[in-house]
């Protein structure tokens, strides 16, 4: 397979080969299907727009662009299996982890056939738009290393799909859960948005015996000092002090929700003057613990980000249901991979990707001399 490529892209292929054989990809299913997963990963890392299965096989002929096709569409594999495999190599590193939820629009305006596809409003865009949601489970070490995705779902509109078939995100979000804890995979902790703050779903989180950090609406209502009020109201009751390590002014408080049962607080107002609801079930965490737990929930954000930039997220074009989850999986995947593929413990993703790029350009030459004129502090980009 190697030998049908060009030889600047021989390398390329064969390190994310050997990756794939460490995450044991191959054990999916037959040969030709991690030669073909090896050979979609690799075209994800080496184009930068529009990684369609035609411009694949043409910047890397080793199969032609049907196989690619038959891979997203046909051949007998499983996605959730694939997710199997991740979750095991997250029991293989070593280090505390802790688990981030949350889900990620992939605007999609054209694809008005698309059963996942629907009007949303986007957040990031203040605006609606068409798209699709996916809903991400990742798990991050405390050290900020390693970030994998150990389960996903695409959430279907209830007008594309039968009412009893019909699930919400936090239902898709329980499921997800229910899979990572089946699998024994060990965490600290689950942070998530004040749209997984549900009720009904931190319940069954305190059943299940996990820690778990939120942020509540301002309209919901909590007993404090016998009083029953809106959390938006506690606000000028307290005395907000200022943190300077923290670089906010908060304050903690213990208080009853009929939704939640008893909580701990934390009520955040930045120096915008933004108001934050910190909720966590674990009533002896002090407000430093909360707060940075809360934070470390922008790890699943820089996922999305990197994922949409560095390896195609949005780049799907088909309208088959399992050629888009499939699609999302190799994505995924390719995440893990560049991540594999790091030089350093703290390398970027980009940086990653910017270096074997450029290793497929030189395919092997060493950049000319920077010319005399040029300044000494420029002339290593010369």
Not at 7 to 16: K, N
């Amino acid at each position: 397979m190697a030998s049908r490529l060009y030889s600047s892209t021989r390398q390329l292929y064969r390190q994310v080969e050997r990756m794939l054989c460490r995450l044991q990809v191959t054990t999916l299913g037959t040969p030709t299907l991690g030669v073909l997963m090896a050979l979609y990963v690799t075209g994800l890392i080496l184009l930068d727009g529009r990684p369609t299965q035609t411009r694949v096989a043409r910047f890397l002929p080793g199969r032609c662009h049907d196989a690619l096709n038959r891979l997203l569409r046909v051949m007998p594999w499983s996605t959730r299996a694939l997710m199997g495999l991740l979750v095991a190599f997250v029991k293989r590193l070593p280090g505390p982890g802790y688990l981030c939820l949350d889900d990620v629009i992939i605007e999609k305006p054209f694809a008005k056939r698309l059963p996942w596809a629907g009007w949303t409003y986007s957040y990031a865009k203040k605006r609606h738009v068409y798209g699709l949601h996916v809903v991400i489970l990742l798990w991050c070490r405390e050290d900020g290393r390693w970030r994998i995705p150990v389960a996903f779902r695409l959430w279907r509109p209830k007008r594309s799909c039968a009412p009893r078939c019909y699930r919400t995100k936090v239902q898709l979000a329980r499921a997800m859960v229910t899979e990572v804890l089946t699998a024994q995979l060990p965490v600290s902790y689950i942070v998530f948005d004040k749209l997984y703050t549900a009720g009904w779903f931190t319940r069954w989180l305190n059943r299940v015996g996990l820690k778990w950090y939120g942020v509540l609406d301002p309209k919901t209502k909590v007993r404090w000092r016998s009083r029953v009020l809106q959390v938006a109201y506690l606000e000028a009751l307290l005395k907000l002090k200022w943190r300077a390590h923290l670089g906010l002014r908060a304050t903690a408080l213990r208080v009853y929700a009929p939704k939640y049962g008893h909580v701990r607080l934390v009520v955040t107002r930045n120096r915008h003057g933004n108001l934050e609801y910190l909720v966590t079930n674990d009533l002896q965490a002090d407000l430093t613990t909360v707060v940075q737990r809360k934070r470390s929930r922008w790890s699943i954000e820089t996922l999305f980000r990197d994922t949409k930039q560095f390896a195609s997220l949005a780049a799907c074009q088909c309208w088959v249901d399992q050629a888009m989850v499939r699609h999302v999986a190799l994505v995924l995947l390719t995440f893990v991979v560049l991540q594999m593929l790091r030089s350093s413990p703290y390398e970027s993703v980009g940086a990653v990707k910017e270096r074997w790029l450029l290793a497929v350009l030189r395919n092997g030459e060493h950049p000319t001399e920077p010319l005399r004129a040029c300044p000494t502090n420029l002339r290593v980009t010369a």
